[in-house]
């Protein structure tokens, strides 16, 4: 698999979606990453991934049985090895159950 050119979060699929979502995402070089989900208040429901990724491709899935019906918001922060942020991206997903 070739190395990506850029960041990316794609939007999750299906959007809405009952109860399980999947999301995509991309890092062009090595970094720590936090991949979270918030409810519509902006407090923090879960983490779907974190810690330290090479570049690549990658797919992970949000199960929200546990969770109810509305908008959340997933997020991915991308940080290099000075722990600085390169990348931060936010994808608006609606829960319907």
Known sequence: ???PN??????PYPNPFNPIATVEYVLQNNSEIVL????IQG???TYLAKGYK?????QTI???SQ???GSYFIRLRAYESQHRLQFSKMQKIILVK
């Open 67 to 69: 969770y109810s019906s």
């Open 43 to 45: 407090r923090l429901i």
């Open 1 to 3: 698999t070739s190395i």
């Open 6 to 11: 850029n960041f990316k979060l794609s939007q």
């Open 36 to 39: 979270s989900v918030y409810d």
């Open 54 to 58: 090479s570049a690549g491709y990658y």
């Open 62 to 64: 949000w199960d929200g």
